[in-house]
């Protein structure tokens, strides 16, 4: 049947007027089916448990489930490509974390660009590493470690839980600071690292808080400092590098992403109900077990600090020419 012209039109520009009205109405309504939070790590690590944090929370705000999808390998990396494919429709989300940043510099073939494929929702949590020794390691402190490794350049052996890891280029960034020689040694991942430190085969590991902290307690850990810029409270007696090195800042911190181009309201109403989820007594004190401290940031603030922890591990990498596996 042949259309008048006149009604052709008029459904013609009815037709060309949806993309610019539904997008909005179907963002209003956002979530109507279940949502999946990618994980590049696996089940019951630091990043996957913060997912289901948030992911419970989202669930019970939103009134559908946010399935945390485990994809770990190459350094988060799977994880964060899978994102950048999907639809940016709000249904596929991601944990982001300090290693995508790294990962930016350290991988010279990644598919994707992590700053300007991933729509930054919110930051979530930020948490030090501890600078560990054994404790019949000679130094007893910080200023006695420095000197220890600059008498014995490249004897001290630095454990990590991997090439390009966050404690290996914490290590990284102490040894270019301070200005001393240590041994890398990678192991396959934080449990092996630790129990290198803990039977003596390695000297010092800058071990995440939720690991160490009862290790500390029983006195089978010494604490030389913390990684973050200021003390953490669990440890209120063990400096902060930073009180010698005042460049030295290298956290652990999470946050939610999305697919590049996802509708502005869907950002927002996920960064606020993240936001909301953040000042609850609840998941403040969850939080505090791992460690963690809430990292309550905007799309706009959690976007500069991806922005700016790439550039500083870029340097890092660059300066120690640190190669992937």
């Not at 019970?60 to 990396?77: C, D, K, T, Y």
């Not at 960034?173 to 003596?200: C, E, Q, S």
Request: contains cysteine; glycine residues 8%.
């Amino acid at each position: 049947m042949k259309l008048p012209r006149r009604q052709f039109l008029h459904l013609a520009a009815g037709a060309a007027a949806l993309p610019a009205v539904s997008p909005l109405a179907w963002a209003q309504t956002y979530p109507t089916r279940p949502v999946r939070i990618m994980v590049g790590d696996a089940a019951g690590g630091a990043p996957d448990t913060v997912a289901r944090l948030i992911g419970q929370w989202l669930s019970e705000r939103l009134g559908q489930p946010f399935v945390i999808e485990n994809r770990p390998g190459a350094g988060a990396s799977i994880a964060a490509e899978a994102v950048v494919r999907a639809p940016p429709d709000g249904y596929t989300l991601l944990i982001c974390s300090t290693s995508h940043t790294i990962n930016a510099t350290l991988y010279n073939k990644l598919n994707f660009n992590f700053i300007r494929d991933i729509a930054p929702i919110a930051g979530i949590a930020r948490a030090p590493l501890v600078m560990a020794v054994n404790p019949s390691f000679p130094a007893k402190t910080l200023q006695e470690f420095v000197s220890y490794a600059k008498a014995h350049p490249a004897t001290v052996n630095l454990a990590s839980a991997g090439i390009g890891s966050a404690p290996h280029l914490a290590g990284e960034l102490f040894k270019l600071l301070f200005g001393i020689d240590m041994t890398h040694v990678p192991f396959r991942g934080g449990p092996p690292a630790l129990t290198a430190i803990l039977g003596g085969q390695a000297h010092v590991y800058f071990v995440a808080t939720s690991s160490s902290i009862e290790l500390i307690k029983a006195g089978k850990l010494r604490p030389l400092g913390v990684t973050t810029a200021t003390r953490w409270e669990a440890l209120p007696d063990v400096p902060a590098i930073a009180e010698f090195a005042p460049d030295y800042e290298a956290s652990i911190w999470f946050g939610i992403g999305a697919p590049k181009s996802t509708h502005a309201e869907i950002v927002d109403k996920l960064s606020k109900e993240t936001s909301l989820a953040l000042i609850d007594p609840n998941i403040k004190s969850r939080l505090a077990d791992l460690g963690d401290t809430s990292l309550s940031l905007s799309p706009r603030e959690f976007g500069k600090l991806v922005v700016d922890e790439t550039e500083k591990w870029g340097k890092v990498i660059r300066a120690t020419n640190i190669k992937a596996e």
